[in-house]
């Protein structure tokens, strides 16, 4: 399956975004997802994720109670909704899907992975 992530962009401290992953496939709706980060010189690191259903969500400390990851498996399509974002939250956010959620917080649990999008958080 083919990931295509969106919605990236220029934000003040304290403002929201909501990214897009589309999904080339049905099948999509048979996979967990889940979101990864990528700042400049740091290695990439788990925000979200959420298991094929929707019923079960997971997130990383720094993002509780500010990011909701979703889905919508009638429309192929998974979503981060960000708020309160910080500038630390600058970076290259990627989708990825995979058929297990054991390790989910390592990128090596994924088998698609989508291009990246840029969100920059100024202050």
């Known amino acids: 399956v083919q990931l295509q992530a969106f919605g990236g962009g220029l934000v003040q401290a304290g403002g929201s975004l909501r990214l897009s992953c589309a999904a080339s496939?049905?099948?999509?709706?048979?996979?967990?997802m889940a979101w990864f980060h990528q700042a400049p010189g740091k290695e990439r690191e788990f925000v979200a994720a959420?298991?094929?259903?929707?019923?079960?969500?997971y997130y990383a400390d720094s993002v509780k109670g500010r990011f909701t990851i979703s889905r919508d498996n009638a429309k192929n399509t998974g979503y981060l909704q960000m708020n309160s974002l910080k500038p630390e939250d600058t970076a290259v956010y990627y989708c990825?899907?995979?058929?297990?959620?054991?390790?989910?917080?390592?990128?090596?649990?994924?088998?698609?992975w989508g291009q990246g999008t840029q969100v920059t958080v100024s202050s």
């Open positions: 990825a899907a995979g058929t297990t959620l054991v390790g989910f917080t390592q990128p090596k649990t994924y088998n698609y």
């Open positions: 959420i298991n094929w259903s929707g019923r079960d969500t």
């Open positions: 496939e049905r099948t999509f709706s048979t996979y967990n």
